[in-house]
C-alpha cells in the first residue's frame, strides 16, 4: 500500500507504539485494560494539530502522490491545516453511530478513541476529496458487491478498494502492488490473475474483484474473523498468526493490533473509518459528484483482431479517454486478439450498436495500419512464460535483468550461472516481467533516420477533432508510425488543437 497514504495514519501507528510493552487481558465497555496499566497509562490524544499540519506538509511535497488525491486542484490550502482544533463530532454522537454500524455489519466497529481521531482527522482536512471518490464508487460499487455476495463476503468489504487504491485501477505501489485491490504479482497470480506484455489482468475491475473475493474467503477460512481477514489481507496471514501468539492467544483485531506491524495497525481503523464517512457522508453534508458512467450503462464486446484504442476511437467517435477508463487492463491501449482468451472492449451501451455497425471497417483500418507500420507491434507473451534470449555484444546481465524487469539473481537461477560472465551469441532462459524496450540493431537505425530527416518538410496545425490517424490521411504515403517519430509523440492523447506537427515529403 502507499507509504504516504500509510503515513496520514500516522497517529494509529503511534498508538501501536505506546501499547507495545502493554499486554492486553480483557476488554470491558470498549476499554481495553491492561495488567500494567497503571505504570503506563494509555493515551488518548495522540494526534495533534502540529502532527496534521506535518502528514499535509509531507503530502504536498511528495507532490500529492497519496491515493486519496486525484489531481492538483485539491490541493490543501494552509487554512485548511493550521490551527483547527475542534472534533467534527462529539464522542456520544460518533459512540451512537458506530454502534449502529457495528449492529450491522460482522467487522467490530466498537468506539475506539484512536479510531475516532481517524475520522475527526478524515472530516476534518480529507472531506474535499469524497465529492469525486464517491462519485467513482458509484461505478465500481455494484460491480464489487455483485461479487461479493456471490462469494458471502460482506458487501461492507467494497470500501477495501478505496483503502487501496482511491478506486484507481492503473494505480500501482512503491512495492509493485496493482490495480483496485492492489495485488502484488506472485498473489495475482495464485489467484489467475495473468500478466502479459498487453494486458495485466490486476488492472481488470472485474476480474480483480473476483480474485480479492476468492482471498478475503481463504482468510476468513483460516481466522474466522472478517477483521483479522482483513488484517492478513494487508500483511499476510502469517503476521497475523504471530500477533495472535504475541499476544497470548487473542484473537480480537484490537486485542492484537499492538503486535502487528506498524502500517497493518493503521490499515484497519482506516477501512472502519472509511465506511463510516461513507455511510454517514449526508449527516456530515458530503455529496456525490455526478459518475461519469454507471455500470448498467456499459457493455462488452469481444473483439476479432488486435487492435487500438486510438482506431476504436477513429471509427465510432469515442474519445480515447473514455475508452481508457472503461478499458483499464490493456497497458499498451491495445486489444489483443489471442486464441484462449476471452478479451474483450467495454463501452458505453449507447456506442455498441455504431460498434458492431463499423466492426467491419475498424478492422480494415487496422489492416491498412499494419500494411503501413515500419516494425510489428510488441509481441505478445505471458510474463510467467519462459523466453530464450540470445546474448549480444555489449550485453550484461545487470542490462539483461533490467530490460525484462526482473533480478540478476533469478537469470542465474533459471540458467545455473555461478558467475556473471556471459559470452556473445549464449541463450539464456527468462521469465519476463515487462516488456523490452529495446529493439534490435535494424529498428534503431530505422529510427534514427526518420527522427535525424534534414529533408524538406510541411507544417501541419492540429485542428479541433483530429486524430494522428486523421491527418495521416491527408497525405501520400504517410503512416501514424511516422507522424509519432517525427514528432516525438509517443502517446495519441498528447495530440491537442494548435500543436504543430512537421510531415516529411517522401
Same mark, same amino acid.
Given at each position: 500500500?502507499?507509504?504516504?497514504?500509510?503515513?496520514?495514519?500516522?497517529?494509529?501507528?503511534?498508538?501501536?507504539?505506546?501499547?507495545?510493552?502493554?499486554?492486553?487481558?480483557?476488554?470491558?465497555?470498549?476499554?481495553?485494560?491492561?495488567?500494567? #496499566?497503571?505504570?503506563?497509562?494509555?493515551?488518548?490524544?495522540?494526534?495533534?494539530?502540529?502532527?496534521?499540519?506535518?502528514?499535509?506538509?509531507?503530502?504536498?511535497?511528495?507532490?500529492?502522490?497519496?491515493?486519496? *488525491?486525484?489531481?492538483?486542484?485539491?490541493?490543501?490550502?494552509?487554512?485548511?491545516?493550521?490551527?483547527?482544533?475542534?472534533?467534527?463530532?462529539?464522542?456520544?454522537?460518533?459512540?451512537?453511530?458506530?454502534?449502529?454500524?457495528?449492529?450491522?455489519?460482522?467487522?467490530?466497529?466498537?468506539?475506539?478513541?484512536?479510531?475516532?481521531? %481517524?475520522?475527526?482527522?478524515?472530516?476534518?482536512?480529507?472531506?474535499?476529496?469524497?465529492?469525486?471518490?464517491?462519485?467513482?464508487?458509484?461505478?465500481?460499487?455494484?460491480?464489487?458487491?455483485?461479487?461479493?455476495?456471490?462469494?458471502?463476503?460482506?458487501?461492507?468489504?467494497?470500501?477495501?478498494?478505496?483503502?487501496?487504491?482511491?478506486?484507481?485501477?492503473?494505480?500501482?505501489?512503491?512495492?509493485?502492488?496493482?490495480?483496485?485491490?492492489?495485488?502484488?504479482?506472485?498473489?495475482?497470480?495464485?489467484?489467475?490473475?495473468?500478466?502479459?506484455?498487453?494486458?495485466?489482468?490486476?488492472?481488470?475491475?472485474?476480474?480483480?474483484? *473476483?480474485?480479492?473475493?476468492?482471498y478475503l474467503s481463504q482468510l476468513y477460512k483460516i481466522f474466522g474473523d472478517w477483521d483479522l481477514a482483513l488484517a492478513a489481507y494487508n500483511s499476510g496471514p502469517?503476521?497475523?498468526?504471530?500477533?495472535?501468539?504475541?499476544?497470548?492467544?487473542?484473537?480480537?483485531?484490537?486485542?492484537?493490533?499492538?503486535?502487528?506491524?506498524?502500517?497493518?495497525?493503521?490499515?484497519?481503523?482506516?477501512?472502519?473509518?472509511?465506511?463510516?464517512?461513507?455511510?454517514?457522508?449526508?449527516?456530515?453534508?458530503?455529496?456525490?459528484?455526478?459518475?461519469?458512467?454507471?455500470?448498467?450503462?456499459?457493455?462488452?464486446?469481444?473483439?476479432?483482431?488486435?487492435?487500438?484504442?486510438?482506431?476504436? #476511437?477513429?471509427?465510432?467517435?469515442?474519445?480515447?479517454?473514455?475508452?481508457?477508463?472503461?478499458?483499464?487492463?490493456?497497458?499498451?491501449?491495445?486489444?489483443?486478439?489471442?486464441?484462449?482468451?476471452?478479451?474483450?472492449?467495454?463501452?458505453? #451501451?449507447?456506442?455498441? %450498436?455504431?460498434?458492431?455497425?463499423?466492426?467491419?471497417?475498424?478492422?480494415?483500418?487496422?489492416?491498412?495500419?499494419?500494411?503501413?507500420?515500419?516494425?510489428?507491434?510488441?509481441?505478445?507473451?505471458?510474463?510467467?512464460?519462459?523466453?530464450?534470449?540470445?546474448?549480444?555484444?555489449?550485453?550484461?546481465?545487470?542490462?539483461?535483468?533490467?530490460?525484462?524487469?526482473?533480478? %540478476?539473481?533469478? %537469470?542465474?537461477?533459471?540458467?545455473?550461472?555461478?558467475?556473471?560472465?556471459?559470452?556473445?551469441?549464449?541463450?539464456?532462459?527468462?521469465?519476463?516481467?515487462?516488456?523490452?524496450?529495446?529493439?534490435?540493431?535494424?529498428?534503431?537505425?530505422?529510427?534514427?533516420?526518420?527522427?535525424?530527416?534534414?529533408?524538406? /518538410?510541411?507544417?501541419?496545425?492540429?485542428?479541433?477533432?483530429?486524430?494522428?490517424?486523421?491527418?495521416?490521411?491527408?497525405?501520400?504515403?504517410?503512416?501514424?508510425?511516422?507522424?509519432?517519430?517525427?514528432?516525438?509523440?509517443?502517446?495519441?492523447?498528447?495530440?491537442?488543437?494548435?500543436?504543430?506537427?512537421?510531415? /516529411?515529403?517522401?
Open positions: 500500500m502507499n507509504k504516504l497514504l500509510l503515513f496520514l495514519f500516522f497517529s494509529i501507528s503511534v498508538f501501536s507504539q505506546q501499547e507495545k510493552d502493554t499486554t492486553i487481558v480483557y476488554k470491558s465497555d470498549n476499554l481495553f485494560v491492561a495488567k500494567d #496499566s497503571i505504570k503506563k497509562p494509555l493515551r488518548q490524544d495522540l494526534i495533534s494539530d502540529l502532527d496534521l499540519k506535518t502528514m499535509d506538509s509531507l503530502l504536498i511535497e511528495d507532490k500529492f502522490n497519496s491515493p486519496l *488525491i486525484d489531481t492538483l486542484e485539491y490541493v490543501i490550502a494552509d487554512k485548511d491545516i493550521i490551527g483547527n482544533s475542534k472534533s467534527v463530532l462529539t464522542t456520544a454522537l460518533l459512540k451512537q453511530r458506530l454502534s449502529h454500524l457495528n449492529d450491522k455489519t460482522p467487522f467490530n466497529l466498537a468506539f475506539n478513541p484512536s479510531l475516532e481521531k %481517524v475520522i475527526n482527522s478524515y472530516l476534518l482536512y480529507r472531506s474535499k476529496y469524497y465529492p469525486k471518490l464517491m462519485a467513482k464508487a458509484k461505478y465500481y460499487f455494484p460491480m464489487f458487491e455483485q461479487h461479493l455476495d456471490q462469494y458471502d463476503v460482506p458487501l461492507e468489504m467494497k470500501y477495501l478498494a478505496i483503502v487501496e487504491s482511491a478506486l484507481k485501477p492503473r494505480v500501482k505501489s512503491r512495492v509493485g502492488a496493482t490495480g483496485l485491490w492492489q495485488f502484488m504479482y506472485g498473489t495475482g497470480k495464485q489467484f489467475d490473475l495473468k500478466v502479459s506484455s498487453y494486458v495485466d489482468e490486476r488492472q481488470d475491475p472485474v476480474k480483480a474483484t *473476483i480474485a480479492a473475493c476468492k502469517g503476521n497475523v498468526r504471530k500477533a495472535i501468539k504475541r499476544s497470548g492467544g487473542y484473537r480480537n483485531y484490537w486485542n492484537i493490533r499492538p503486535f502487528l506491524p506498524r502500517e497493518t495497525a493503521g490499515y484497519v481503523p482506516a477501512f472502519y473509518a472509511t465506511m463510516y464517512i461513507f455511510e454517514y457522508a449526508n449527516e456530515h453534508k458530503i455529496y456525490s459528484e455526478l459518475p461519469r458512467y454507471f455500470d448498467f450503462q456499459t457493455d462488452t464486446i469481444q473483439v476479432k483482431r488486435t487492435v487500438s484504442f486510438d482506431q476504436i #476511437s477513429e471509427v465510432i467517435n469515442l474519445d480515447e479517454e473514455e475508452i481508457s477508463f472503461l478499458n483499464p487492463s490493456y497497458k499498451l491501449d491495445i486489444i489483443p486478439f489471442i486464441n484462449g482468451r476471452n478479451y474483450a472492449l467495454r463501452l458505453p #451501451s449507447s456506442k455498441t %450498436v455504431e460498434f458492431l455497425d463499423k466492426e467491419k471497417e475498424l478492422y480494415a483500418l487496422a489492416d491498412a495500419d499494419d500494411a503501413k507500420r515500419e516494425k510489428p507491434i510488441p509481441k505478445y507473451f505471458e510474463m510467467d512464460k519462459r523466453i530464450r534470449y540470445r546474448v549480444k555484444t555489449g550485453d550484461y546481465l545487470g542490462k539483461i535483468a533490467n530490460k525484462f524487469g526482473v533480478r %540478476v539473481s533469478s %537469470v542465474k537461477r533459471w540458467n545455473n550461472l555461478k558467475n556473471s560472465r556471459l559470452k556473445v551469441g549464449q541463450r539464456l532462459s527468462i521469465y519476463p516481467k515487462k516488456v523490452p524496450f529495446s529493439v534490435g540493431k535494424k529498428s534503431v537505425k530505422k529510427k534514427e533516420t526518420i527522427s535525424t530527416n534534414k529533408g524538406a /518538410f510541411s507544417t501541419y496545425t492540429v485542428k479541433e477533432g483530429d486524430s494522428l490517424w486523421k491527418i495521416s490521411r491527408k497525405f501520400n504515403n504517410v503512416s501514424v508510425d511516422e507522424i509519432k517519430k517525427w514528432n516525438n509523440i509517443w502517446s495519441a492523447k498528447s495530440l491537442k488543437p494548435g500543436t504543430k506537427l512537421k510531415i /516529411f515529403k517522401s
